[in-house]
């Protein structure tokens, strides 16, 4: 019954920033952003923790992403900045159920793990 939606997608030129945003109907998890560009495997970008007390970071992505969460509106943020071309594919934010997860306020990276995926919303950034 968990349901994500992501928004905030669209076309910016390198150098650019995009916020996108992952809106969560149900219980508040961890929740990590994948991305997937055509011919590739889908691969982790960033995570948050269900309190908010833990991130991780790919590291082509450690310094220009920043992910964040308010749980009263049951929204994850990605920021995204100094976009480069190669950060151009189909976004998604997926949630991570695990009570482990929870109770340490930690989240993980790995696909395996996330059982609820939103629709994904389109970057592209080109000059």
């Known amino acids: 019954q968990l349901q994500l939606v992501e928004s905030g997608g669209g076309l910016v030129q390198p150098g650019g920033s995009l916020r996108l945003s992952c809106a969560a109907s149900?219980?508040?998890?961890?929740i990590g952003w994948f991305r997937q560009a055509p011919g590739k495997e889908r691969e982790g970008v960033s995570c948050?923790?269900?309190?908010?007390?833990?991130?991780n970071y790919a590291d082509s992505v450690k310094g220009r992403f920043t992910i964040s969460r308010d749980n009263a509106k049951n929204t994850v943020y990605l920021q995204m900045n100094s976009l480069k071309p190669e950060d151009t594919a189909v976004y998604y934010c997926?949630?991570?159920?695990?009570?482990?997860?929870?109770?340490?306020?930690?989240?993980?990276?790995?696909?395996?793990?996330?059982?609820?995926w939103g629709q994904g919303t389109q970057v592209t950034v080109s000059s």
């Open positions: 149900g219980f508040t998890f961890a």
């Open positions: 948050i923790s269900s309190g908010g007390g833990s991130t």
């Open positions: 997926a949630a991570e159920p695990r009570f482990i997860t929870r109770v340490r306020d930690m989240c993980v990276m790995t696909l395996r793990d996330y059982n609820y």
